[in-house]
C-alpha cells in the first residue's frame, strides 16, 4: 500500500538505514535481513554510508572517541577501528523520500538522533543504543550467549578466564559485564589483570591483545573475545609465539562468521544473526511507521553457544551434546539423523523453508541409499543428498560434522546391521558421501577462486582507468559499468548552496548510468532531502534483492557530493573492504584532481596576469633610472672630480639593468605553463641560426666561436625551443675560462627521441652543483650577473616536451649540457647523424658544421 513521506505520495514506500560503512560482513549481512523482511511488502531500502575520506580530518573527534595509538606503538588506521567513531554526519539524505530510519552502531550523532525525530521519522537502533534518546533497540541477546560461553569453560576445567574486546562499542561493555557476571556466578574472582584492550573489532585488535597477553605472562587458560575476529587475531598471535591451541589457551568469540569454520583449531563461538538483527529492526520499524506501538527498549534476538575445537570439545563431544537434546525414546533412527544434521549445519538458529525442505530430502536420500537391508553395493544417488546438505552449510567443516552425524546413525541402527553385508554397506555409503561433499566444496572454491580472479581483473581496470582518465569523464560516472550496479547518478553540491547547510542543499546531477542502456528520469537538480531522485527510487524496477546505496562523495580537502546506486548487496571480507565504496573513494580523488587542477589553472592564470601587471609596472621606473643614469654621465663636467659620481651613476645603472632583466627573465618563465600551443615540426637548424642572429652582438664582443651540427627537425613549440638554445648558449659565454668560448651544439638519434648537446669550453660546473643548477635562481660565480632561471628555464620547456635535461658532462675541458626532444619528421635524404656526446675537442670545425665566428661590432 502507498505510503507517505514528508506529505509526499510515493509509488512505493521506502525505510532507510544509516551505517557508517555499508561493507563488512556485519552491516552486509544485517542490510540483507532488512530487504528480505521489507520484501513482502514492497518497501525499498535506501542505505546511506555516513562515514568518508574525511573521517579523521578532526582529530579532537577521533582522540575522544577511539586512541590514534597505544602503548604498544600500534597505529588505528581506518577502516580499522572505525566502528567507533561517530561521523559527524550533517547531510539530510533522502527525508522526503523515506518514512523512517534503521541507524547501526555508531551511524550518527544523538543531534541529528532527535532532528530526525522533530521531522516526525521513527527510528529503531540497531546493535547499539544512546541513552539520550530512548527508542527501539534490536541487539544481540549478549548475555545470555556469554553466560554460556563462561560457563562451557568452566566445564572444561578452566578458573583463569581472560577477556579481550575493544570497548568503543555498548554492545562490548555488555558483553563485558555479561563476561563479569558470569565468573561472580561461578564464584570466580574476575580481575582487571584479565581485561585486554583489542583496539578494534578486527583482527588487527586481536592481534594486539594476544601480544598484550604475552606480555602480561599469559595469566589466563582460556579467553573469550569480543569478536570472531578479535579472537582469530588471537589465535594468530599466539600461534606466532608458539603456543598450542586449545591446549595452551582455549578460546570461544562472539558472532560464528564464516571465518571461525575455516581456522586451524576451528573457532568456538557464540552465534549471532547477524541477519535476524535486520529483519527484526526492519520489522519492528514497518509497524512503527503504520502508526502501531513499539515499545522503546530492547529487543532481543537470541545468541547461543557453538562449541568447537578451540575451545577443546571435539567432533564426538558435540554430538553427545546434540543427543543430550535430543534424547526422546519415540524417535526414528532416521529422525534422529535429522535433527543432528540440522544442529551441526545449522548452527544457531531456526531453518528456514528453503534449508528444512533441503535437509529433509537429504536425509530421505541417505536413508533410502544406505537402507541395511538392500544389500549389494551402494547406489550412486548420494550426489544428490551431498549437493543437498552443502547448500545448506557450504563449509568444509560440513564433512566432519556430516560424518559424525552417519556414524551415530549407524550406531542408532543397531542391531538391524548384521556384521556383514549391512555393515560394510553402511560403512562404504559414508566413505561415498564424504567423498561426494569433498566434491562439492572443491567446486565451490574453484567457483569461488574464479568468481575472485574476475572481480579483481574487473578492480584492477576500474581503478586504473579512474586514476589515470581513460574512463572518461568520471562525473558521467559510465564506469559504474564495471561494477554490480544496476543504476546510479552523481550529484555534486550546487555553487549556489551555501557549504555546511544542513537542510536544503541543492545538487546538481552530474552523471547518471543505467545498465543496458538507456535513460534515467532525472532533474537537473535535486535537494538533498530528495536525493536519490525519483528516477532510481521509484521510476526503475529493482531485481530480488536491491537496494540503493548513497555514498559520500569527499576527500580530506573537498566536499564534492553524492553517489547513488541501485545494486544487490553482497557480504564483504572482515577487513571492511567493499567494491562499491573503494569505487567511490577512487572517484572522489579523480574528483578532487579535477577541482584542484582547475584551481591551480585559475591560480596560475591570476599569477600569470598579475606578473604581467607587476612587470609594466615595474619596467616603467627601471627604464627612467636607466635614461636618467645615461643622462647623468652625459651632463657630467670634465675632470678629477666627477669620477666618484660617475662610478655611482655606472653602478645605478648596471643594477637597473639588472633589474629589468630580471623582471623579463620572471614574466618568460611564469608564461611558459600559460597558453600552451599545439607542437609542429621546428627546424633546429633554423632556430640555432636565428639564436646566433639575435644574440650576436655578444658573440662578437666575447670573440666566441659557435659550431652547428647538422641539426634535425623536430616535434615542439618553435618560441620556447629558440628559448632553450639561447639560453644555454648565453650561458656558455658568459660562464666562460680565460680563452674564448668555443661552443659546439650536436644531435644524435635514440629511438624515438633526438638527444641534443650544447658543449662549452669554459669553467665547467662542481659536481655537488650538477641537479641545483635546474633550480630556480640558482647561480654560479656572484660576480657573474644572472638571474639563476636560465636553465630551470630550459629544464621546464624541455620536460614541457617530454624529454628531459641533465648535466652530460663537467670539468675542466669545459660542461656539455644534454637534453631530450621527441622526433619531428623524418630528415632528408643525405643527412648524416652527429656523433655521440663528449667533452668538446679542438676547436676547428668539423666536416658538415656550420661555424659562427664573432665578429666585432660595427662602431657607431
Known sequence: MPMTAGGKSIAHPKIGVLSHLVAGTYTSTLIAGVTAATRASGTRVVAIQTLDLDFGANQEQLSASVPRGSSDGEYLGWPLGSEALVPRFKVRVAWEEVAGFLVVVNAVEPWYLHALRAAGKPVVMLSHAVDSFPCPVVRADNRTGILQAVSHLVEHGHRRIAFAGSMAQSDITERLAAYREALAAQGIDAGDELIFDATDNLQGGGEVAARR?????????????????????????LRKAGLVLPRDQAIIGFDDVPAATLSQPTLST??????????????????MIQGKEVRPDRHLVPAVLVPRES??????????????LDSVAAQTPAERLLRRLERRLIEGEAPTAQQAAALERAVEVIVECLEPAAGGAVPDCLGEAAAALYSISPRWTTISAVVACLRQYQKDLGKRLSRGQGAARLQQGITEMAIELSRCVSRGESHARAALHDTMTLDHELSVSLLSGTAGDPKAVSWLSHTTARAGCLGLWSTDSPAGAEEGRQ?????????????????????????????????????SGELAIVFPTKTPHVDLGLLAVVTPLRPAEESGRDRLFENNALLSVSLEREVMTERLRRSNADLATFSHAMAHDLRNPLATISMWAAVARMRAGPGDDAAPVLQVVDQIKDVADYATQLVTDLVQYAELDRGISSVEPVDLNQTAARVIATIGSTIAQQGALIETGNLPTVLGRPGELQLVLQNLIENSIKYRADQPPRIRIDAVRDGGAWKMSCRDNGQGIPTASREQVFEPFTRGPTSISGSGLGLATCRR????????????ASGNLGTTVAFTLPVGPEPEPGSVAA???????EAAPRDGAEVHPGRTPPTA
Open 213 to 237: 597477553m604475552l606480555a602480561a605472562g599469559m595469566p589466563s587458560t582460556a579467553v573469550i573475545a569480543a569478536t570472531d575476529y578479535n579472537a582469530l587475531g588471537i589465535m594468530r598471535g
Open 311 to 324: 575451545c577443546g570439545c571435539t567432533a564426538a563431544t558435540r554430538i553427545r551434546d546434540t543427543d543430550d
Open 797 to 808: 620547456i624541455v620536460e614541457g616536451h617530454g624529454g628531459r635535461i641533465w648535466i652530460a
Open 507 to 543: 545538487l546538481d546531477i552530474a552523471g547518471s548510468y543505467l545498465r543496458g542502456g538507456g535513460r534515467l528520469r532525472l532533474p537537473a537538480q535535486a535537494r538533498v532531502e530528495q536525493f536519490p531522485p525519483d528516477g532510481l527510487l521509484d521510476d526503475l524496477e529493482w531485481g
Open 270 to 287: 557464540i552465534h549471532q544473526s547477524f541477519e535476524e538483527i535486520g529483519r527484526r529492526g526492519a520489522t519492528l520499524l514497518l509497524e
Open 835 to 841: 656523433p655521440e656526446i663528449g667533452p668538446p675537442a
